[in-house]
């Protein structure tokens, strides 16, 4: 009885191990190589197994993403935001198994459509399983809340692969993954299938073979196939890698970063205040005697409303020096504040403004707060009603046109592609990322280094804590930061006006997946009419 028992988890332990495995592609381990063959074990299982495909699918996300997204159990314990430690406990523990079972449901979707409509040929299964698993990707991203996408398990190790996104962005990564696992699941089907007897063929699976045994050829193609494609789509993002960058002297910028390194628990009271005032006013100072023609500084720098920056020693020492500075603070909207870059130039006045588009669910702003508002406990640290910015800004400074993403932002990246789009010619990153662990953060600097490649743009990445870097288009981390330490850096990047294919079109590559499998399911069908 036990043994049946443990016979009929066995598949669900099976499936949890592999999605494990792959949420051990990202920061802390960064074993990023296991993402090839992590997925392989569940679409197996989901075709082969007498289990429950949707409750699979559902251990293996729960798998992925609890444990890369387990940085976020380092928001506890909230005394910062006055929160007991039993409850901000409660609070930790429901947001990671949330969080969990959100991705989830993203894994489990895609199980669904596979055994419903994916009982066709090996071709037909790999197509449409890529295209489903871009298209829910797809969808996810566009939600409010997203971060865990497979192309990210490539990032920062394998520059190579992730240059595939100057073609159709993230995406196109993330099917090379479904792919190759998808054709190494698949030979392990067919060896089974063609093996077994008629009577026991696996779930939709068609038979291959009248013989006891499969032909060599059978088990040996599809790895073949997984293989060639692992290779192909290797040298291809080596060719678009290895293109040298134009570095034109008059495109040259030299930018300095300060990180303030501001811990959470004292950064709204005057210790924190003062703290904040004398860190951005001294390495400003400091970075000016380097020469830089500009200053940015982290998400809400100085958390100072839009009407108080000016009386700030920070914004007078701009107006003295006269060297741009893009200061982090709150901006005014009505009654409500947003989460805001400033530009300053050498008069004091501001220049620009860009407002935090992607808040954090919770954290910012409490979702449907019409319905829980009254129930769920704010845990924004500000009274006020903080809102978001609109999706079609842009950003100009003396230099040019900017692209800018602050903090969540940097996770979602249809909004640097357009604004690279609108005439972006270089990426500024400004977050807080403090309170977490030193995976987030880093996982933070791993999608920052994806949206520099998709986009083809240098990028400076100031944070509070760490870790604020530079990064070419290439993903190549030219300087990074020790993690919570003040520290101030200067670094030349470059403007850049190219458009990548991805920038220009978008994911036509998801489109163009999801026609070919309506097309060959359709095909298919009458065909068998």
């Excluded at 993954?177 to 698949?186: D, K, P, R, S, Y």
């Excluded at 079609?392 to 604004?419: H, K, M, W």
């Excluded at 996982?443 to 240098?458: C, F, G, K, S, V």
């Excluded at 101030?488 to 006006?497: K, V």
Aim: with cysteine; aromatic share 12%; proline share 5%.
């Amino acid at each position: 009885m036990i043994l049946r028992k443990s016979y009929t988890l066995l598949p669900y332990f099976i499936a949890l191990a592999s999605g494990v495995s792959m949420g051990l592609t990202v920061a802390p381990v960064g074993a990023w190589f296991l993402s090839w063959i992590a997925l392989a074990p569940l679409w197996v299982l989901v075709f082969t197994s007498t289990s429950s495909p949707l409750l699979l699918a559902l251990a293996w996300g729960v798998g992925y993403h609890g444990v890369a997204l387990s940085w976020i159990t380092g928001i506890h314990p909230m005394n910062w935001l006055g929160v007991p430690w039993l409850p901000s406990l409660a609070i930790t523990l429901f947001c990671w198994s949330f969080i969990s079972l959100y991705g989830g449901s993203l894994v489990t979707l895609w199980a669904a459509a596979m055994t419903r409509l994916g009982k066709q040929t090996t071709w037909q299964r790999v197509l449409f399983g890529t295209a489903i698993w871009c298209a829910l990707e797809s969808l996810w991203s566009a939600s409010p809340l997203w971060w865990s996408s497979l192309a990210y398990t490539q990032s920062p190790h394998n520059l190579v692969i992730l240059h595939l996104g100057q073609l159709s962005g993230a995406n196109t990564v993330t099917a090379a993954i479904v792919a190759v696992n998808g054709f190494i699941a698949e030979a392990w089907i067919n060896a089974k299938t063609s093996s077994a007897p008629r009577h026991v063929l696996q779930r939709g699976e068609p038979a291959q073979s009248n013989g006891s045994s499969a032909p060599l050829r059978l088990v040996n193609k599809n790895l073949t196939i997984a293989a060639a494609l692992l290779i192909t789509l290797h040298l291809l993002g080596f060719y678009l890698y290895s293109r040298p960058l134009a570095q034109a002297p008059a495109a040259a910028l030299k930018v300095g970063i300060i990180q303030g390194n501001i811990p959470n628990e004292i950064k709204l009271i005057p210790q924190g205040l003062r703290q904040a005032i004398a860190g951005y006013s001294t390495g400003y100072y400091n970075l000016v005697e380097q020469g830089v023609d500009a200053v940015l500084t982290p998400e809400s720098a100085l958390p100072y409303f839009q009407r108080d920056l000016p009386n700030t020693s920070l914004v007078q020492a701009v107006a003295e020096k006269g060297v741009v500075a893009w200061i982090g603070a709150f901006g005014q909207r009505e009654r409500s504040y947003t989460n805001s870059l400033f530009t300053f130039t050498e008069s004091g006045k501001i220049f620009s403004r860009y407002d935090k588009t992607k808040l954090v669910p919770l954290g910012e702003y409490i979702p449907f707060e019409g319905i829980f508002g009254g129930i769920v406990q704010r845990l924004s640290p500000l009274n006020a009603h903080q809102v978001p910015g609109k999706t079609n800004q842009i950003f100009d400074t003396p230099f040019g046109r900017a692209i800018v993403g602050i903090c969540y932002d940097s996770a979602f990246p249809e909004l640097f592609r357009r604004q690279a789009a609108a005439g972006g010619q270089f990426i500024l990153s400004s977050s807080n990322d403090a309170h977490y662990s030193a995976s987030m953060p880093f996982q933070h600097h791993a999608l920052d280094m994806m949206r520099a490649i998709e986009t083809d743009r240098w990028t400076v990445r100031a944070t509070n804590t760490g870790y604020s870097a530079f990064v070419d288009p290439h993903g190549k981390t030219l300087w990074i930061s020790r993690y919570n330490t003040y520290e101030t850096h200067a670094q030349t990047i470059y403007r850049r006006q190219t458009q990548t294919l991805y920038v220009r079109w978008g994911d036509w590559l998801t489109v163009v997946l999801l026609v070919l499998s309506v097309f060959s399911w359709v095909t298919s069908y009458l065909f068998l009419l």
